[in-house]
């Protein structure tokens, strides 16, 4: 359900025509031909020319209905679209690539994402195009009973609204936004009707307190949404009574009415509905809504060790965001020196220059590279991690950010620990609700006590069960998240010992501040990204194959049973340290053992001739 642009003479949505009915058109071919002449396409990320590349696409296709009907006023077709889109792009010298062009064309056709033309619209103005006035044809001579195969040709289900059988209405509109194959626009998660679109998170911000930059995210359906959604797959129709035409009438005779059927918008009656019914039984009995259990932006594997490397829908209940990021391709048996050599990535290049303390900490880290890459595959139950160092700049932040550059492309989802319990569920749910594969608990105060109910029960859970902000809902949500955190000599006590993986680094300097990488890590981990997405696929894929064939390693089992059979074996196999032994060096930091241990002591050296009384 994308935005749309209000066009000339509008006061609000677009193309309302007859009885309220919307009609999916978009601008004349000289109109937006004069556009692209004066956009300007030289300072723009890679996001921002996709985003007008969408809006060609989804403004510039006509639709059924407009052919059907007519239209005078020129559109244009997707050939025309695509050499708009070319032109557009040829205006970046030096990254224009006709081919990669044409494959990004290709992958909006079915992509679910925000596209408004006033991106393109508003660029041309700010280079001083003047957007032209125009007529469009008056609608009001359109004869809409003559247009009954329209429904049948759009493949829209003509619905004729009757309230005495709404319900069997509201089955017939929730399967027809259900048709939409291996990218359905209308999917379950916690409970409600939810799309993805591009849009910036409302809970986290970037390590350095900015916002982030727009990316894939969960969002739900409201009223206005559906209704919208609605409208773009059933033709609703409502009866119109018109008297007879007067003419002289027997006595007696009663003045019959004819009935009319004419567009309608869809009830809220239904609206209501679908919103209540939620992704179950939307459709009616044994017509649910697609499950979706997690988004994901970038290759990973399933549930089943197999690769996931295809844009959209998966029968998984995985839904690969397809963000338009080569990533180099993965062998479909890796071998041993595959793994080896993928390791060596990992370890020796991605982590260079890091002062990790021992080589312990710097498979850690390696570990949570992995993790990351995976951590919507398992389902819960997936240990957090905790980079400390004892002096502050000692790069504790930097390890993390690295990570989520070169797993989702963008800087690290932060956020200070909140003080209360309550707080921290209310936060956890929201980032969980909008789809949030990571989280960073940043700065965790010097020598602090790490210790939450709410973090540790999602750690060690499948799913997650909280109150909604603002409201009386209380949703199940999968706890598929990593959970990172960094701070100065940090405390972990109790059970979050066997929790929280801890990496530490120790720059062994005075001023730790004053070093400086030889690399711009911003810079490096986006030239490399799909080499390091690649390797870390190809370490995790050739351990599944030496599984399937019978190979074991010798490793004590975890609380983390498919993380370990996933990340800790896999790194073990190709020749890392067995990470499970970072819970254990965390008993140091429990108070209550070690004033246990301090009493034990005393006792050892002065109890001799004591009484047990005394």
Request: glycine share 8%; proline share 4%; aromatic share 6%.
């Given at each position: 359900a994308p935005p749309m642009a209000a066009l000339p003479g509008e006061s609000g949505g677009r193309g309302v025509g007859k009885a309220g009915r919307r009609l999916p058109w978009g601008l004349p071919l000289l109109v937006l031909a004069d556009a692209v002449k004066h956009a300007r396409n030289e300072d723009l990320d890679w996001l921002q020319w996709s985003r007008i590349g969408m809006a060609l696409r989804h403004e510039c296709t006509p639709s059924p209905i407009m052919t059907e009907m007519g239209l005078s006023w020129p559109l244009v077709g997707e050939g025309e679209a695509r050499d708009l889109w070319h032109e557009f792009s040829a205006k970046a010298e030096g990254k224009y690539d006709p081919d990669y062009t044409d494959q990004r064309w290709a992958s909006f056709a079915n992509l679910n994402a925000t596209r408004d033309i006033r991106l393109l619209v508003d660029n041309a103005v700010a280079n001083g195009w003047k957007m032209p006035v125009w007529e469009f044809d008056d609608l009001s001579h359109l004869d809409w009973t003559e247009c009954d195969d329209l429904a049948e040709k759009a493949k829209m289900v003509k619905i004729q609204w009757d309230a005495a059988n709404f319900r069997h209405h509201a089955n017939s509109a929730g399967r027809a936004i259900l048709r939409r194959g291996k990218a359905p626009a209308v999917l379950g998660h916690a409970g409600r009707l939810v799309y993805i679109t591009y849009g910036q998170p409302s809970v986290v911000r970037d390590p350095n307190g900015d916002p982030l930059p727009v990316m894939p995210l969960i969002r739900a359906y409201d009223k206005p949404l559906l209704r919208e959604r609605l409208s773009w797959d059933c033709a609703f129709e409502v009866p119109k009574t018109e008297p007879e035409e007067k003419g002289k009438k027997a006595e007696g005779d009663k003045k019959e009415k004819k009935i009319r059927w004419v567009p309608a918008a869809p009830p809220a009656m239904v609206v209501e509905t679908l919103l209540a019914r939620g992704p179950v039984g939307l459709g009616g009995e044994g017509h649910d809504a697609p499950y979706l259990a997690a988004l994901v932006e970038t290759p990973t594997l399933r549930p089943d060790g197999t690769v996931l490397d295809r844009p959209g829908y998966d029968s998984t209940g995985i839904f690969y965001f397809d963000t338009g990021v080569r990533f180099d391709p993965v062998a479909d048996r890796p071998t041993l020196a595959d793994a080896k050599r993928a390791y060596a990535v990992l370890r020796d290049e991605v982590f260079a220059e890091f002062p990790f303390a021992t080589d312990l900490d710097r498979d850690v880290a390696v570990s949570?590279?992995?993790?990351?890459?995976?951590?919507?595959?398992?389902?819960?139950?997936?240990?957090?991690?905790?980079?400390?160092?004892?002096?502050?700049?000692?790069?504790?932040?930097?390890?993390?950010?690295?990570?989520?550059?070169?797993?989702?492309?963008?800087?690290?989802?932060?956020?200070?620990?909140?003080?209360?319990?309550?707080?921290?569920?209310?936060?956890?749910?929201?980032?969980?609700?909008?789809?949030?594969?990571?989280?960073?608990?940043?700065?965790?105060?010097?020598?602090?006590?790490?210790?939450?109910?709410?973090?540790?029960?999602?750690?060690?859970?499948?799913?997650?069960?909280?109150?909604?902000?603002?409201?009386?809902?209380?949703?199940?949500?999968?706890?598929?998240?990593?959970?990172?955190?960094?701070?100065?000599?940090?405390?972990?006590?109790?059970?979050?010992?066997?929790?929280?993986?801890?990496?530490?680094?120790?720059?062994?300097?005075?001023?730790?501040?004053?070093?400086?990488?030889?690399?711009?890590?911003?810079?490096?981990?986006?030239?490399?990204?799909?080499?390091?997405?690649?390797?870390?696929?190809?370490?995790?894929?050739?351990?599944?194959?030496?599984?399937?064939?019978?190979?074991?390693?010798?490793?004590?089992?975890?609380?983390?049973?498919?993380?370990?059979?996933?990340?800790?074996?896999?790194?073990?196999?190709?020749?890392?340290?067995?990470?499970?032994?970072?819970?254990?060096?965390?008993?140091?930091?429990?108070?209550?053992?070690?004033?246990?241990?301090?009493?034990?002591?005393?006792?050892?050296?002065?109890?001799?001739?004591?009484?047990?009384?005394?």
């Open positions: 949570l590279l992995l993790t990351a890459l995976v951590v919507r595959s398992f389902g819960g139950y997936i240990p957090a991690f905790a980079v400390m160092a004892p002096v502050q700049s000692s790069g504790k932040t930097t390890v993390v950010d690295l990570v989520s550059r070169l797993v989702w492309g963008r800087p690290a989802p932060a956020m200070a620990l909140p003080e209360s319990d309550e707080n921290v569920s209310k936060a956890l749910l929201g980032i969980l609700m909008e789809g949030q594969p990571c989280v960073l608990f940043d700065n965790v105060a010097d020598g602090a006590v790490f210790k939450s109910e709410e973090i540790a029960k999602i750690i060690t859970s499948e799913v997650y069960q909280a109150r909604e902000l603002s409201t009386h809902n209380n949703p199940i949500v999968a706890c598929n998240i990593l959970l990172t955190m960094t701070g100065n000599n940090i405390r972990l006590p109790g059970d979050m010992r066997s929790r929280v993986l801890r990496c530490r680094l120790d720059p062994g300097v005075e001023s730790p501040e004053k070093r400086h990488f030889s690399r711009d890590l911003k810079e490096w981990a986006a030239a490399n990204r799909g080499r390091v997405v690649s390797a870390i696929l190809t370490l995790l894929r050739g351990w599944v194959v030496a599984r399937e064939s019978g190979c074991t390693v010798e490793a004590e089992g975890t609380r983390f049973k498919t993380w370990g059979r996933f990340v800790r074996d896999a790194l073990v196999w190709a020749g890392g340290s067995d990470v499970a032994n970072a819970f254990a060096t965390e008993e140091e930091d429990d108070d209550d053992r070690t004033a246990l241990r301090c009493l034990l002591d005393v006792l050892a050296e002065h109890a001799d001739g004591m009484t047990p009384g005394e």
